[in-house]
């Protein structure tokens, strides 16, 4: 600012708005939340699946039915 132009002060801010009172925060460990949590992993425990059952043959090939799979038992067979 020059001297032509003269400093011009700027109104104070107005004062904040009063602050609100604090609610009070529900707890995060509750039984409901304990007993929610637990059906809820009794039902994902209930829905898991191992790989293992999964797998519906095992090392040496399908075994459900012999009359399906013929194999030689001797050499000369």
């Known amino acids: ?36 949590a637990k059906k809820k992993q ?4 209930q829905k898991r699946k191992g790989r293992k059952s999964t797998i519906l043959t095992s090392y040496s090939g399908l075994e459900d039915d012999e009359d399906v799979i013929q194999r030689k038992k001797l050499l000369g067979e």
Do not use: C, H, W, Y
């Open 42 to 45: 009794t039902l994902l425990d």
């Open 1 to 36: 600012m020059g001297f032509i132009k003269p400093k011009i002060s700027l109104p104070p801010p107005p004062p904040p708005p009063p602050a609100e009172p604090k609610k009070e925060v529900p707890k995060f460990e509750d039984k409901d939340r304990q007993e929610e």
